[in-house]
């Protein structure tokens, strides 16, 4: 099927151009224009769909395969959702152009094995590339790469995706198949008793990690994860994890005291929670422009900063003021107090005033205390990140 706006010849099953993105003709449009379509060169073009030439069947008797031309029809079901088994086309051929894909053509789905289920209690080993589909940006070993919007492979050579339509995203900077890049470790993804479940590995240089089935590693049933989270670059021993998703953001369990500012967000439990210092927190309340004052209270005596309980991007539920050199948040003993929360220890973390620095430690709760990572940050072997719904931990090393 040619195109109509470039000319670029297509397989007669796509919806859209691979040159340049726009829609092909079907049904009448194609039967209507079949008078000016170039034939092949050293082939009759046959006087009904499905029948061909007794030259071409004296050929196909012989061994030898024949171009078939096969009848204008209507589009058929999606291909990614049915895929036949690919064979050689030879002679003619009487099944509806929608439902064939013959070996050879690039693009053709293949029909893949459903996992068989792990036993209880063992450790998985998930490929890098999640369910076993490369990421879009890198070029496969039979020369195709991934449409990221509907997961059809197509020629690296093409800039549209066939399938869709969508635009193709330029190839990635190492310019190598994932198969080619060295093993760094791999994550460990730790379930709800607290042990790893499952091992995913990781590879030297850049990955993204995410939602969307482009990623290195993705989770697709992790509706809290972005389709690109964040990404880890790994070298040697060094690896350095950046966030990319501004919404539900990426978390690191500390261990040791960090320093913390206004604004900054941490997790003990199931319960989100953001700091400010009053220096340098913005004020709220603000006199209406006609004059009216709202009601409210002075900033107590001694105090320096407040914890806020996060239930939205723009909207805090519980404040609590912060006005001891050391407050202790816990479920049963502190100032701070979650006693609903079965996942905050009895005392889980304190924050410490100290001059104009202000210190967030863990006190060595059974859950962890998680800080919100802003930017690149560097990690050790068995740091752990909270993202979405999915703990993991960092194994550097091949063994």
Not at 356 to 367: H, M, P, V
Request: proline share 9%; hydrophobic share 35%; aromatic share 4%.
């Amino acid at each position: 099927m040619f195109c109509p706006r470039c000319g670029k010849n297509n397989d007669s099953r796509f919806r859209f151009c691979l040159g340049c993105g726009g829609p092909l003709p079907h049904g009448a449009e194609v039967a209507a224009g079949a008078e000016k379509r170039p034939s092949q060169a050293g082939t009759t073009a046959p006087s009904q769909p499905g029948d061909a030439s007794p030259a071409a069947r004296k050929t196909a008797a012989a061994g030898e395969p024949v171009a078939a031309t096969l009848p204008a029809v209507a589009p058929g079901p999606d291909p990614q959702s049915e895929a036949p088994t690919a064979k050689a086309l030879q002679g003619t051929v009487d099944l509806p152009s929608s439902r064939i894909q013959p070996e050879g053509i690039p693009g053709a789905a293949a029909p893949r094995a459903a996992p068989a289920p792990a036993e209880s209690g063992a450790v998985v080993s998930v490929p890098l590339r999640g369910a076993g589909r490369p990421p879009s940006g890198f070029i496969d070993d039979d020369g195709t790469r991934l449409c990221r919007q509907c997961g059809h492979r197509v020629p690296r050579i093409d800039v549209f995706c066939g399938n869709c339509g969508g635009r193709l995203p330029e190839a990635r900077s190492t310019g190598e198949p994932i198969s080619e890049r060295r093993p760094a470790g791999y994550l460990g993804v730790i379930n709800d008793e607290g042990v790893e479940s499952a091992r995913v590995p990781i590879s030297e240089g850049r990955s993204l990690v995410g939602r969307g089935v482009d990623c290195d590693v993705h989770f697709e049933d992790d509706a809290l994860l972005a389709q690109r989270h964040f990404e880890l670059d790994v070298a040697g021993r060094d690896i350095v994890v950046k966030p990319i998703d501004r919404l539900n953001g990426l978390f690191l369990r500390i261990s040791a005291p960090v320093e913390i500012a206004t604004g900054d967000v941490f997790r003990i439990g199931q319960e989100l929670l953001r700091f400010e210092r009053f220096t340098e927190a913005p004020l709220e309340i603000r006199v209406d422009p006609d004059g009216t004052v709202p009601v409210g209270s002075p900033v107590p005596p001694g105090a320096w900063g407040r914890v806020c309980q996060v239930a939205s991007a723009r909207l805090a539920s519980n404040a609590w003021v912060l006005g001891q050199r050391d407050v202790f948040l816990g479920r049963e003993r502190g100032s701070i107090l979650f006693p609903r929360d079965g996942y905050v220890s009895g005392s889980h973390a304190v924050i410490s005033d100290r001059g104009t620095q202000t210190f967030l430690k863990d006190l060595g709760s059974s859950n962890g205390t998680f800080l919100r990572i802003k930017g690149e940050v560097g990690l050790k072997e068995g740091d752990l990140l909270l993202a979405g719904r999915h703990l993991l931990r960092i194994h550097l090393g091949t063994s």
